[in-house]
């Protein structure tokens, strides 16, 4: 029984590495992709800002729904981190001037009142 759990952890650890290596290469190239579309013109600046901030988000929310898949655990961190990354990519399009750092701070308070109801809570 003990080589049987020695295995497991072994496996699971792999598993997990394995995951953290194809998201950090997922953000490389997705990194090298808008890079390359900027140096081409086919993005502008502001393009390029918004939809490399975005698409590091959504891969972060795809990172939470492996894991979610492999370990049936769920990462609120990873939902909340990349749906935040996402949304501040997004306002880079907005043409509201400074409307990134409001929505973060909205998102940094109602986020924090989520966590001082739930510690009231129990």
Do not use: N
């Amino acid at each position: 029984m003990d080589y049987m759990r020695t295995t497991h952890v072994k496996l699971a650890a792999w598993y997990e590495s394995l995951i953290d290596f194809v998201i950090a290469g997922s953000a490389v190239v997705w990194l090298g992709i808008t890079f390359f579309l900027e140096q081409l013109g086919y993005l502008s600046t502001s393009t390029f800002e918004m939809s490399f901030t975005a698409g590091i988000g959504a891969i972060i929310v795809i990172q939470g729904f492996i894991t979610y898949k492999a370990y049936r655990l769920v990462s609120i961190t990873s939902f909340v981190v990349g749906a935040i990354v996402v949304i501040v990519g997004l306002t880079f399009a907005s043409p509201v001037a400074g409307a990134g750092p409001l929505i973060l701070i909205a998102l940094g308070i109602a986020i924090l009142a989520l966590g001082v109801a739930e510690a009231l809570g129990r």
